[in-house]
């Protein structure tokens, strides 16, 4: 009777103490940047038509003749400028309109390539059509090519992962321009995680993206 008393008592010390340690434990937290922008100032709406994504895939045993390049345009997009600057800036882009353009002069090639990669084995269109990339800071680069650093959260197939991108940045008048630097994306953090076989040449996990904006103001 003491014995089963004794182990009672443990169990409910355990059980206390358990409790007491999980409710300590940090909450969980993506690796998304913070938002520190703002909406303040004076609104620009990216031209969808003279704006795009470009991108850039290889594989590891083919030579550069042998990657694939093309661009992806954007659905919607929207830039503040404050004070002249650039202050925040949001980009939907249409993961439906992924498209080779190596490989424009080669119809079946083309429509072969473009139906794999929108499958499930790369960017599952149909259940993610969209992508987006949300600029989270802004700060002037201090040395280099280009004269801002952009810090945002890039959005693929549903994960979010937090991006620097260095980019040129011009405001003139009512035209927005931001042009970044290529920037190889590990597309296995997001869910893209497609393996030829060997024999075919396995698909490097690297894809590089550059991302080619133009804004005019809102009216």
């Known amino acids: 009777m003491k014995k089963n008393i004794l182990s009672v008592a443990v169990f409910v010390l355990f059980s206390t103490f358990l409790a007491i340690s999980c409710s ?18 004076t609104q620009f709406v990216v031209d969808t038509l003279n704006s795009n994504i470009e991108w850039k895939g290889y594989k590891i045993f ?7 390049f093309g661009t992806i ?26 498209t080779s353009e190596d490989l424009k002069n080669k ?18 269109v149909e ?5 987006s990339y949300e600029i989270t800071k802004v700060s002037p680069a201090l040395e280099g090519d280009y004269n801002t650093v952009l810090d945002g959260n890039l959005s693929i197939k549903g994960i979010k992962k937090a991006v620097q991108f260095k980019a040129n940045v011009s405001v ?3 035209e927005v321009s931001i042009a970044t630097e290529p920037k190889d994306i590990m597309r296995g953090e997001f869910g893209v995680k497609f393996q030829s076989p060997a024999a075919n040449g396995v698909i490097k996990n690297e894809v590089t993206l550059q991302m080619k904006v133009k804004a005019i103001e809102k009216k």
């Open 62 to 68: 083919k030579t550069e003749n042998t990657s694939h």
């Open 24 to 41: 300590k434990e940090k909450p969980v937290t993506s690796d998304a940047n913070e938002v520190s922008t703002t909406k303040d100032g």
């Open 107 to 124: 119809k079946q090639d083309l429509e072969k390539l473009n139906s794999h990669l929108k499958s499930a084995d790369f960017f599952e």
């Open 73 to 98: 345009k954007f659905e919607s997009g929207m830039i503040t400028v404050k004070d002249g600057k650039l202050e925040s800036g949001n980009f939907v882009a249409d993961m439906g309109s992924l």
């Open 172 to 174: 003139n008048g009512n």
């Open 127 to 131: 259940k993610f059509p969209t992508s």
